[in-house]
């Protein structure tokens, strides 16, 4: 609440018959010339300004923004409302829960710990592929998914009814990204404010990182760990440096043939060339307006992929069209249009803003294409896929050299090279449970799935491959029997647009159906292989491929049994389950033959971007949103029947798997001890470059043999229910027994091993990560970790941060964070500490083996953040090595939350005292 106006912003807007509350960035000279990014941050500060934690000099800061000065000073962002879901929401209810339990044993009231802000959660990442490929496969996955989450969804209905300003979305509506963009996002926040109904722009945190898919609604919005978001929850503002904005400017057209992904898998590979980690990506230009609602949101969506912390288009009539579109009232777009105009917000497409760094694309040079095997900003064009997937294999296929099979190559003569266009693939043989027998090779598409929010909302690329698979099955094509198929929409509209448009049934022939409204194979719930193919791949090491129209192909995250994952447009997932190869060249080979014996070529069947449009208009239309999201909180029967417990405080169930009470704030005081240096600290992991937070944060499938399925086995899980590490994030005792267990994960502190393993010290052992641990704490030894450049991309996965906390690791030590996982460790109280400038493990003569200390941490307790620490290395022979860390908080506000030992004790410490 402002109670403060230092530049007399606060005013009156007229809109109809309707009056509201705003603070007016005219009043300020400055703000006029900033980026559409930087007026939704200029009027949040206005808005907030209270005189202590946000003042006038932060609003005059960024009217005297510098463009081409490195971000050095810090504001605190206040964000309008919180989106989550559940796999990152069930623990932020956790903590909630837990927090008001603290309270109270603090002399502190319960009720305070309330969402302070409106908070919605989605549940979308629950459902698994257990079932596809049949008609039944929906309904049977709701069942299943009931089944194993039957514990979490009673929370999380518990959760609803004792928080003030908390909704569930429940299961089987929608991926929480789409729900966000079709419903949700309100452009222009309305709130009563001391009995004023007040207009101030809608901005949003998620607990996932491709909450910046709202970006294209004009909402400023980003992903962040779990933590932060529960902090926001309870009132606390967001500490962020004004950022550098990158300004991309749009001309021309897309054209004929080239798809939505492929503009953003374009963007994607440019920014994360360009460089924009920590800053905001804004788009400008001519060719703005020619970029569909849909498309804006599928760019915005990819953010975390190239590295900005938002990628945001401006409101324009297109944004109003949408509105319109999805169901939104008269009142809210006219409010949203009048207010942009009257804050200068509105896109005007002949003027350029100031910005810190400039890119172009010209979108008529877009060319169709693929992303991988393993990150989303390795674009390859369809027409070198081929070329580029053999180059690829040998690093996934231990028999392949240089593109061919080992064996074959010792049959060649002496003068013949081994880099022949159609090497040999040795193949197996697999029988199916029906009696037919197909052989598998490397390079089989085991997995096509259109999943995920980032194309399942766009219905130019959803109605393309509904398209593309009419023109299939009429041409007699059939997707190949080792591929397991999916469809998994981000909403019921488009399961609704596809009945209306007659292409239902095309999908289904090539397998295509429907398996639930979700993440899906995104997230790694793609669900197991058909058991022949499965045994086959393991048994013989094939290096089989997954398709996915998804934003996320990280190594190990998409299924333990594929190797290689490819990001492609919904036509090109089926398309490649058509071919079940990815070693296959669409121009030159065809996918089939029609009755006729005549060779069908992908461009054959390919759907012009006039049938594309001529089906949207014809199959889209409002009534659709307004209908599915007319009670979108009551849930269906299953929903409805579930039990609900009651209370303000929650019934821990000690027998539970699922929901446990943390043990962040056992032992905790009304203030916080004194920050200590570190010493005699061992090294858990060494790693490499670009360790993502899906390597560090549990994830997919948990395996019998890992401390986390020992665990679930030893507290009388079957195997069968062990269900994901994502659906028991609300359990400590899961997650920490999977941090840094991803299956692809090198620790180089074992040779040739992967997996969650170390070399624990007080063994001379090779042991699991998490049994390694447990051995360090007992004997007190405090532990860190050694990384290189781009440690922790990938998602806002607060588990990445809270796990490596109660491993017992007190310091991070890298070339480079990523923001959210940096942002994270400090907000579970972990030093995120980086190399000298030009420096790394390796320059360093550091292999793990040493022991650490790290002096100079106390000076925080003076009320000042070092630049750097002094770090040094003992090796076993009594050699040093010694070098200044780089001290990676860089905000007072962060300070204080290291300070505390967390975020969430800083808070509970702030509220207790008020």
């Known amino acids: 609440m402002s109670s403060v106006d230092t530049f007399g912003a606060k005013g009156t807007l007229e809109v109809g018959d309707a009056s509201y509350e705003i603070f007016r960035l005219s009043a300020v000279d400055g703000l006029a010339r900033l980026p559409y990014s930087l007026k939704v941050l200029a009027e949040n500060l206005l808005r907030t300004e209270d005189g202590a934690n946000i003042t006038a000099d932060h609003v005059r800061a960024l009217a005297e923004w510098n463009p081409d000065a490195q971000p050095d000073t810090e504001i605190q962002f206040t964000p309008a409302r919180v989106i989550m879901q559940d796999?990152?929401?069930?623990?932020?209810?956790?903590d909630?829960?837990?927090?008001?339990?603290?309270?109270?044993?603090?002399?502190?009231?319960?009720?305070?710990?309330?969402?302070?802000?409106?908070?919605?959660?989605?549940?979308?990442?629950?459902?698994?592929?257990d079932v596809a490929g049949r008609a039944d496969a929906f309904r049977r996955n709701v069942e299943i998914e009931y089944e194993r989450n039957h514990e979490r969804y009673q929370f999380l209905r518990w959760g609803q009814t004792a928080f003030d300003d908390f909704k569930v979305v429940p299961p089987g509506t929608g991926i929480v990204h789409q729900v966000?963009?079709?419903?949700?996002?309100?452009?222009?926040?309305?709130?009563?404010?001391?009995?004023?109904?007040?207009?101030?722009?809608?901005?949003?945190?998620?607990?996932?990182?491709?909450?910046?898919?709202?970006?294209?609604?004009?909402?400023?919005?980003?992903?962040?760990?779990?933590?932060?978001?529960?902090?926001?929850?309870?009132?606390?503002?967001?500490?962020?440096?004004?950022?550098?904005?990158?300004?991309?400017?749009?001309?021309?057209?897309?054209?004929t043939g080239v798809t939505a992904t492929d503009v953003v898998l374009t963007i994607t590979q440019l920014l994360r060339q360009h460089g924009v980690v920590g800053k905001f990506v804004e788009f400008y230009g001519e060719g703005v307006s020619q970029v569909p609602l849909a498309n804006r949101a599928t760019i915005g969506n990819m953010s975390p992929e190239f590295g900005s912390t938002a990628a945001i288009f401006p409101i324009d009539d297109v944004t109003l069209d949408y509105l319109r579109l999805t169901g939104r009232s008269d009142e809210q777009v006219a409010l949203a249009e009048a207010y942009a105009k009257e804050q200068g917000m509105w896109l005007d497409p002949a003027t350029e803003p100031v910005f810190s760094e400039y890119l172009e694309l010209d979108l008529s040079t877009v060319v169709p294409s693929i992303a991988g095997p393993k990150r989303p900003q390795d674009r390859i064009e369809l027409s070198q896929a081929k070329s580029a997937f053999t180059r690829?294999?040998?690093?996934?296929?231990?028999d392949v050299l240089n593109g061919i099979d080992e064996a074959e190559k010792e049959s060649f003569p002496a003068s013949d090279s081994p880099a022949i266009s159609e090497p040999a693939r040795k193949t197996v043989e697999v029988t199916s449970p029906e009696g037919s027998t197909y052989e598998l090779?490397?390079?089989?598409?085991?997995?096509?799935?259109?999943?995920?929010?980032?194309?399942?909302?766009?219905?130019?690329?959803?109605?393309?491959?509904?398209?593309?698979?009419?023109?299939?099955v009429e041409k007699g094509l059939?997707?190949?029997?080792?591929?397991?198929?999916?469809?998994?929409?981000?909403?019921?509209?488009?399961?609704?647009?596809?009945?209306?448009?007659?292409?239902?049934?095309?999908?289904?022939?090539?397998?295509?159906?429907?398996?639930?409204?979700?993440?899906?194979?995104?997230?790694?719930?793609?669900?197991?292989?058909?058991?022949?193919?499965?045994a086959a791949v393991n048994e013989h090491d094939l290096a089989v491929v997954s398709v996915l129209s998804g934003n996320r192909n990280f190594e190990g995250r998409i299924n333990p049994d594929v190797k290689m994952n490819y990001l492609a447009s919904p036509p090109l997932v089926i398309a490649y389950a058509l071919a079940g190869t990815m070693e296959f060249d669409f121009e030159h080979e065809p996918l089939g033959r029609d009755e006729a014996g005549h060779p069908v070529f992908l461009r054959d069947i390919w759907p012009s971007t006039e049938e594309v449009q001529a089906t949207i208009d014809s199959s889209i239309n409002r009534e659709m949103f307004t209908a599915d999201?007319?009670?979108?909180?009551?849930?269906?029967?299953?929903?409805?029947?579930?039990?609900?417990?009651?209370?303000?405080?929650?019934?821990?169930?000690?027998?539970?798997?699922?929901?446990?009470?943390?043990?962040?704030?056992?032992?905790?005081?009304?203030?916080?001890?004194?920050?200590?240096?570190?010493?005699?600290?061992?090294?858990?992991?060494?790693?490499?470059?670009?360790?993502?937070?899906?390597?560090i944060?549990?994830?997919?499938?948990?395996?019998?043999?890992?401390?986390?399925?020992?665990?679930?086995?030893?507290?009388?899980?079957?195997?069968?229910?062990?269900?994901?590490?994502?659906?028991?994030?609300?359990?400590?005792?899961?997650?920490?027994?999977?941090?840094?267990?991803?299956?692809?994960?090198?620790?180089?502190?074992?040779?040739?091993?992967?997996?969650?393993?170390?070399?624990?010290?007080?063994?001379?052992?090779?042991?699991?990560?998490?049994?390694?641990?447990?051995?360090?704490?007992?004997?007190?030894?405090?532990?860190?970790?050694?990384?290189?450049?781009?440690?922790?991309?990938?998602?806002?996965?607060?588990?990445?941060?809270?796990?490596?906390?109660?491993?017992?690791v007190k310091a991070v030590i890298t070339e480079s964070f990523e923001r959210i996982h940096r942002s994270n460790l400090i907000g579970m109280g972990v030093l995120p500490l980086q190399f000298p400038e030009g420096e790394n493990a390796e320059s360093l003569g550091l292999d793990g083996t040493e022991t650490f200390s790290i002096s100079g941490i106390t000076a925080l307790n003076e009320g000042t953040t070092p630049r750097t620490v002094a770090v040094t290395a003992t090796k076993a022979d009594g050699s040093t090595v010694a070098f200044d860390a780089v001290v990676r908080i860089d905000t007072p506000g962060e300070a204080d939350y290291y300070r505390n030992g967390g975020i969430l004790q800083y808070v509970l410490r702030s509220l207790v005292a008020a």
């Open 697 to 808: 944060s549990p994830a997919g499938a948990i395996k019998p043999d890992s401390p986390a399925g020992r665990y679930l086995a030893e507290n009388g899980v079957e195997r069968r229910d062990f269900n994901s590490y994502g659906s028991r994030r609300g359990n400590h005792e899961v997650m920490i027994r999977g941090t840094f267990a991803n299956i692809r994960l090198r620790n180089q502190l074992l040779d040739n091993v992967e997996g969650g393993y170390t070399l624990d010290f007080t063994t001379g052992e090779q042991a699991a990560i998490y049994d390694a641990a447990q051995n360090y704490a007992a004997a007190g030894t405090p532990l860190v970790i050694l990384g290189g450049k781009e440690y922790g991309s990938g998602s806002s996965r607060d588990w990445a941060a809270k796990g490596t906390a109660l491993l017992g």
């Open 478 to 534: 059939t997707a190949k029997p080792w591929v397991k198929t999916s469809m998994a929409p981000g909403s019921q509209v488009v399961t609704n647009y596809y009945e209306k448009a007659g292409l239902w049934p095309y999908l289904e022939k090539l397998g295509f159906h429907l398996v639930g409204y979700g993440c899906a194979t995104c997230i790694g719930n793609s669900g197991p292989l058909a058991d022949e193919v499965s």
């Open 392 to 398: 690829d294999l040998p690093n996934y296929a231990p």
């Open 96 to 129: 909630l829960a837990t927090m008001r339990e603290a309270v109270a044993d603090l002399g502190g009231d319960p009720s305070r710990i309330n969402p302070l802000a409106p908070a919605e959660l989605v549940i979308d990442h629950s459902v698994q592929i």
């Open 629 to 695: 999201y007319a009670d979108v909180f009551a849930g269906d029967d299953k929903w409805r029947a579930l039990d609900t417990p009651e209370g303000d405080t929650f019934a821990w169930d000690s027998e539970s798997t699922y929901v446990r009470k943390p043990p962040y704030f056992e032992g905790m005081g009304l203030t916080p001890a004194p920050v200590e240096d570190i010493t005699g600290a061992r090294v858990l992991a060494k790693l490499g470059d670009s360790v993502t937070t899906d390597h």
């Open 180 to 255: 966000n963009i079709e419903y949700l996002a309100r452009v222009v926040m309305t709130r009563e404010v001391e009995g004023v109904l007040r207009a101030y722009p809608d901005t949003c945190v998620g607990t996932d990182s491709h909450t910046t898919m709202v970006n294209g609604l004009g909402v400023l919005g980003w992903g962040v760990g779990g933590i932060e978001a529960e902090a926001a929850m309870l009132g606390q503002p967001v500490s962020m440096l004004i950022p550098r904005v990158v300004g991309f400017k749009l001309s021309g057209q897309i054209p």
């Open 441 to 472: 090779f490397h390079g089989a598409v085991a997995i096509a799935s259109i999943t995920s929010c980032t194309n399942t909302s766009n219905p130019s690329v959803m109605l393309a491959a509904g398209l593309l698979a009419k023109k299939a």
């Open 87 to 94: 796999f990152t929401g069930v623990p932020c209810v956790v």
